[in-house]
């Protein structure tokens, strides 16, 4: 009961006595208003997590750079940082100048405590967050990292303990209608479950609406990166996008000071989240190449439930995570493809044709970003996707709210099984 006592002191909310019962019909249906469509919603917590040394702090001072240019969000807006680790003066300013950020709209939140500048601690000072937040009228919260703003009383292991720091901080977001993203890291497991990767709670990932997470992709470069949907509760997964970490020279006092910034070079509808942390073993290629001769050879008998064509794996000795591998890449590659029947009947997969009835097939065009949207897209920067990209210019990544959405129409996230 301390820690809610406590809680209650810090948010100063007036908690209503007794049990409260809202019938259904006097709650209003309302959207969902995105700061970055489909993946970054406004009034509610988002996660970006990764490895350190990616580069999850330069995009976030990209999209810093977007929201005060007008580029996510609609209209110029103001962003407030509070980061434990990285300098504003070292890294997050040359950064914010390279990614061609408003500096007068971006604001560091610091706390003075007896003469002495520290980060902000959760929850202890939600209330004077907020007031900051309503004060710059911020549309964007960046929280880096999360973990390192926990009061010294706030276990992270803990689910119950992270969720008294991280409840405060939703009920924030809903309050100003600020978008809050948090960074997190992961640990050194082997899982492409992003749950059990992030460092810390589970309830981090659980408190989050939306958790995205940035990657090295492949797994070795020094300079190519993923930015995957790994959950979301409003919305279907969006695609993932790929950008390139570059150099930049910067001289905003005469003297050149390097630093960093991200380049959206386009995206990547056959990747995601799990396995970006788990990429393909070698090792375990034969046995994806027999399951995708299993699933060709099963189909080409006609169409079949998933089911029936995991049956036939396991009974060759194929693992399911394997057959979904290799059920996945023939699907990208458009040799095989799926459909329902009617609304109560399940996915029936099937080689791809081209004479399929209109509205039954699954339509890549409507399911994942094709060529075609790619060269026809101004707000990525790139001309002939899959092919010589432009030279490098500051792609947008959202056209004002009340134009069309920045990608294509993301895959969806429901069960193929």
Same mark, same amino acid.
């Given at each position: 009961?301390?820690? *809610?006592?406590?809680?209650?002191?810090?948010?100063?909310?007036?908690?209503?006595?007794? &049990?409260?019962?809202?019938?259904? =019909?006097?709650?209003?249906?309302?959207?969902?208003?995105? @700061?970055?469509?489909?993946?970054?919603?406004?009034?509610?917590?988002?996660?970006?997590?990764?490895?350190?040394?990616?580069?999850?702090?330069? %995009?976030?001072?990209?999209?810093?750079?977007?929201?005060?240019?007008?580029?996510?969000?609609?209209?110029?807006?103001?962003?407030?940082?509070?980061?434990?680790?990285?300098?504003?003066? #070292?890294?997050?300013?040359?950064?914010?100048?390279?990614?061609?950020?408003?500096?007068?709209?971006? +604001?560091?939140?610091?706390?003075?405590?007896?003469?002495?500048?520290?980060?902000?601690?959760?929850?202890?000072? *939600?209330?004077?967050?907020?007031?900051?937040?309503?004060?710059?009228?911020?549309?964007?919260?960046?929280?880096?990292?999360?973990?390192? $703003?926990?009061?010294?009383?706030?276990?992270? $292991?803990?689910? #119950?303990?992270?969720?008294?720091?991280?409840?405060?901080?939703?009920?924030?977001?809903?309050?100003?209608?600020?978008?809050?993203?948090? *960074?997190?890291?992961?640990?050194?497991? =082997?899982?492409? !479950? &992003?749950?059990?990767?992030?460092?810390?709670?589970?309830?981090?990932?659980?408190?989050?609406?939306?958790?995205?997470?940035?990657?090295?992709?492949?797994? =070795?470069?020094?300079?190519?990166?993923? %930015?995957? $949907?790994?959950?979301? !509760?409003?919305?279907?997964?969006?695609?993932?996008?790929?950008?390139?970490?570059?150099?930049?020279?910067?001289?905003?006092?005469?003297?050149?000071?390097?630093? *960093?910034?991200?380049?959206?070079?386009?995206?990547?509808?056959?990747?995601?989240?799990?396995? %970006? @942390?788990?990429?393909?073993?070698?090792?375990?290629?034969?046995?994806?190449?027999?399951?995708?001769?299993?699933?060709?050879?099963?189909?080409?008998?006609?169409?079949?439930?998933?089911?029936?064509?995991?049956?036939?794996?396991?009974?060759?000795?194929?693992?399911?995570?394997?057959?979904?591998?290799?059920? =996945?890449?023939?699907? +990208?590659?458009?040799?095989?493809?799926?459909?329902?029947?009617?609304?109560?009947?399940?996915?029936?997969?099937?080689?791809?044709?081209?004479?399929?009835?209109?509205?039954?097939?699954? /339509?890549?065009?409507? /399911?994942?970003?094709?060529?075609?949207?790619?060269?026809?897209? $101004?707000?990525?920067?790139?001309? /002939?996707?899959?092919?010589?990209? /432009?030279?490098?210019?500051?792609?947008?990544?959202?056209?004002?709210?009340?134009?069309?959405?920045?990608?294509?129409?993301?895959?969806?996230?429901?069960?193929?099984?």
């Amino acid at each position: 009961m301390g820690e *809610i006592s406590d809680l209650r002191d810090e948010l100063g909310a007036a908690f209503p006595e007794g &049990v409260r019962v809202v019938r259904a =019909d006097e709650v209003e249906p309302q959207s969902v208003d995105w @700061l970055w469509e489909g993946r970054i919603p406004r009034a509610e917590l988002t996660l970006l997590v990764g490895d350190a040394g990616l580069g999850k702090s330069a %995009l976030t001072c990209d999209l810093a750079a977007r929201v005060t240019r007008g580029q996510l969000g609609g209209t110029p807006a103001d962003v407030v940082i509070a980061s434990a680790e990285d300098s504003a003066a #070292h890294t997050i300013v040359p950064r914010l100048i390279a990614a061609g950020a408003r500096l007068s709209k971006v +604001h560091f939140v610091t706390v003075v405590t007896d003469g002495i500048e520290g980060g902000i601690v959760l929850p202890d000072d *939600i209330q004077d967050l907020q007031a900051k937040i309503i004060e710059v009228n911020a549309e964007l919260v960046i929280i880096d990292p999360v973990v390192a $703003h926990l009061s010294a009383r706030i276990d992270s $292991h803990r689910d #119950h303990s992270v969720r008294v720091a991280l409840s405060p901080l939703a009920r924030l977001a809903a309050r100003t209608g600020a978008a809050i993203v948090g *960074i997190g890291h992961l640990n050194k497991g =082997d899982s492409s !479950n &992003v749950i059990a990767r992030i460092n810390g709670s589970t309830a981090f990932f659980a408190a989050a609406r939306s958790v995205l997470l940035f990657a090295a992709d492949p797994p =070795d470069s020094e300079s190519d990166r993923a %930015l995957a $949907h790994a959950k979301s !509760n409003l919305s279907a997964h969006a695609v993932t996008l790929r950008y390139r970490v570059e150099k930049r020279v910067i001289e905003p006092s005469g003297e050149p000071i390097e630093t *960093i910034v991200l380049v959206l070079i386009g995206v990547a509808p056959e990747m995601n989240a799990g396995r %970006l @942390l788990r990429p393909d073993d070698p090792a375990e290629r034969p046995q994806q190449d027999m399951a995708a001769e299993t699933i060709l050879a099963e189909l080409e008998d006609g169409e079949q439930a998933w089911k029936a064509i995991t049956a036939v794996l396991k009974a060759e000795g194929i693992s399911e995570r394997t057959g979904q591998r290799a059920r =996945d890449e023939l699907r +990208h590659a458009g040799v095989i493809d799926r459909y329902k029947a009617g609304l109560q009947s399940g996915w029936m997969w099937r080689l791809s044709e081209d004479d399929r009835e209109p509205g039954q097939s699954e /339509n890549a065009a409507q /399911n994942e970003p094709s060529q075609a949207n790619f060269e026809d897209s $101004h707000d990525l920067g790139v001309a /002939n996707f899959g092919g010589q990209v /432009n030279p490098p210019v500051r792609p947008q990544l959202e056209t004002p709210r009340s134009s069309a959405r920045f990608d294509t129409p993301p895959e969806g996230s429901g069960s193929d099984r």
